[in-house]
């Protein structure tokens, strides 16, 4: 059997620790997936071109702390009235979760869902 420290033990547990929550995460994930994959499929069939709700987009210039001009793009998603936010995102490209990314994650996943629901055909 292996001799550890206890300073080595706690750091090797704690690791396996973690890696079974993210495993377990992971599952989880891929079954959250799936699901969203077919909500997407029955929007597209279901849909009959009622408005849900507003999409906003806001460009704006402003002078940070240091007194340099930059350039900010938000984007809203409102309710059907445009009296309630219900979701904001950056529409700046070089942000982690930008417009455009939200666009390009949305194609990827309709196509995913085309392909697996012509394969279970």
Known sequence: MYNYSSFAYNKRKKA???MQIAS???ETLKLTQQE???TLLILEKEHTGELYGWRVSHK???KTKD???SLNHLVYFMDKKC???LFKMSGNE???FSWQKYVNYLDHFYSEAKNRDE???
């Open 16 to 18: 396996y620790d973690d």
């Open 24 to 26: 377990i995460g992971v």
């Open 36 to 38: 969203y994959l077919d």
């Open 60 to 62: 704006y210039r402003f």
């Open 67 to 69: 007194g340099a001009s």
């Open 83 to 85: 009296e309630k936010i």
């Open 94 to 96: 070089d942000d982690d």
């Open 119 to 121: 394969e279970m055909k």
